[in-house]
């Protein structure tokens, strides 16, 4: 098992090396490579059950060569997660009544708007330094939407680990 502060650091990795996100072989290779066994038929019980979230398909280029399912990066993370909360004694009952799994949710939003954002101040660099005001409105965008997705984050954590607490006490 690789040590936490690694593990942290590859899943960085590995969701900076696929940013349009990651097949089932990609994902079960990515698990085998961080010491975690995962088979896709276990992969795909836990998408049927709600705790990963499902594949988008995208088409593959080439002439008739279909499409393929990918999921987020951040899904690799997830995997692990549920295999700790498991590990600590949590059936799969418990993970999915008790667990928020809305960090690749929240992550998928963090993206969004920091294309947003980047076009909106691609926007206004294009029309130059002109209005002060808009400029100062895309910041105070910019800063609220930080704001928000920290809050998100804290809140998910909190329900997180309150459903541990009450586990812990039980």
């Known amino acids: ?11 960085e990795a590995i969701e900076q090396a696929h940013p349009t996100g990651m097949s089932v072989q990609q994902i ?25 979230p499902r594949s988008v398909r995208v088409g593959r280029k080439g002439k008739h060569q279909g499409s393929q ?10 995997v692990q997660l549920i295999r700790r909360l498991m590990a600590q004694g949590f059936t799969i009952e418990e993970i ?8 690749g949710d929240i992550d998928a939003l963090a993206k969004e ?21 808009v400029r100062r409105e895309v910041e105070e965008a910019r800063r609220l939407a930080t704001s928000l997705m920290e809050k998100l984050r804290d809140v998910e954590r909190r329900v997180t680990l309150q459903a541990r607490m009450e586990r812990a006490a039980v």
Not at 113 to 133: H, N, V
């Open 96 to 103: 999915q009544s008790r667990f928020l799994f809305v960090g």
């Open 69 to 78: 399912g990918l999921y987020p990066a951040s899904t690799v993370r997830q």
């Open 1 to 11: 098992m690789v040590p936490q502060g690694e593990q942290d650091t590859s899943y």
């Open 113 to 133: 708007i920091d294309r947003l954002m980047a076009a909106l101040e691609r926007a206004q660099g294009k029309q130059g330094s002109g209005d002060s005001l």
């Open 28 to 52: 079960v290779a990515s698990c085998a490579s961080l010491g975690e066994r995962l088979t896709e038929a276990t992969f795909r019980k836990y998408v049927q059950l709600g705790l990963l």
